[in-house]
């Protein structure tokens, strides 16, 4: 509770672009790796956390929208 009363934290309830570790089912976000208001702070971050965990499952996300994903789901590789 000490933290989040902290007036130096950001408030991340306004930062909608995540970058989210799953977990390897792909059923459930394990950590929330970046949250940010600019899309493309949100690309860097995601690709930070791929470069670094490469054999991890990420999303870059907009709220339910998913702008980005690691590794590639066949179904977002069979419509782009």
Not at 32 to 53: C, I, L, M, Q
Request: no cysteine; hydrophobic share 40%.
């Amino acid at each position: 509770m000490r933290e989040l009363s902290n007036p130096n934290l950001h408030d991340i309830a306004n930062m909608s672009h995540r970058v989210e570790l799953w977990t390897a089912d792909g059923q459930q976000v394990r950590w929330a790796v970046a949250a940010t208001a600019s899309v493309t702070v949100g690309h860097a971050a995601f690709e930070a956390a791929v470069r670094n965990w490469p054999h991890e499952r990420f999303t870059l996300r907009n709220g339910i929208l998913v702008i980005r994903e690691h590794p590639k789901s066949r179904i977002t590789s069979e419509r782009g």
